[in-house]
């Protein structure tokens, strides 16, 4: 079965910190796995896309690694700010089928 | 572009009501798809579609009901809430069958009494 897991599932860091949010997958055969961010009552927001063929994306203070064979990504946030504070998720693209994991949920504490 | 949008954004029904949660994107995109997030459960796929015409399950398909007449339109049925359907409705959609960006929708929240 194709699973997705978090680690860890909250988190609460002191402003100015840098940060690593984990994902883990069990089926290695993705097309691409996409980082979202989602506020309390909110939808989801596009972070960054991963191609399998890719090791990394950046996107401003956001960087997201992902190594297929051993089934994992991190996102790494720099410097964090209150503004950051939101759950985090990550989603594994197996093509017709697109299996998120349960969020992490970040506090950045000012 | 509007993006993906949907209707309504809150809905309380009563058990054994039926409603339809509508979806639609501008952005001329194949795959279409429907997922309900609720707390410690993350985001489950119900059923999705990868054109007009063509649709499937996903994880979660008991209890609802889809079509797609047109590339634009997603519309997910209930035909007989009941509470266990309390939850976040997300619509989304991407480019392609596999491999490209997902785009969501504000989301739907419903409430069965």
């Known amino acids: 079965k194709q699973e997705v897991t978090q680690i860890p599932a909250a988190l609460s860091v002191p402003e100015g910190e840098n940060l690593v949010l984990n994902c883990s997958f069990t089926?290695?055969?993705?097309?691409?796995l996409q980082w979202f961010r989602q506020d309390p009552g909110k939808g989801l927001t596009s972070l960054l896309l991963?191609?399998?063929?890719?090791r990394e994306q950046t996107s401003g203070r956001l960087n997201a690694s992902l190594d297929k064979s051993s089934g994992r990504s991190t996102l790494y946030i720099a410097a964090s700010q209150p503004g950051d504070s939101a759950t985090y998720l990550c989603?594994?693209?197996?093509?017709?089928?697109?299996?998120f994991g349960p969020g992490t949920r970040l506090s950045v504490l000012p | 572009n509007a993006g993906v949008t949907q209707t309504p954004k809150f809905q309380v029904l009563k058990t054994g009501q039926s409603m339809t949660l509508q979806c639609a994107q501008d952005?001329?995109?194949?795959?279409m798809s429907w997922y309900r997030q609720d707390p410690g459960m993350g985001l489950r796929l119900i059923h999705y579609?990868?054109?007009?015409?063509?649709?499937d399950q996903g994880e979660v398909p008991n209890g609802y009901n889809v079509s797609r007449s047109t590339t634009e339109d997603f519309p997910l049925r209930l035909l007989s809430a009941a509470p266990s359907q309390t939850s976040v409705y997300f619509c989304?959609?991407?480019?392609?069958?596999?491999?490209?960006?997902?785009?969501f929708g504000p989301g739907t929240r419903l409430t069965v009494l």
């Open positions: 089926d290695s055969a993705i097309y691409n």
């Open positions: 991963i191609q399998s063929s890719q």
């Open positions: 952005m001329n995109h194949e795959y």
């Open positions: 579609s990868v054109g007009a015409g063509i649709t």
């Open positions: 989603a594994v693209d197996y093509g017709q089928n697109f299996v």
């Open positions: 989304a959609s991407r480019k392609g069958l596999a491999g490209n960006e997902q785009f």
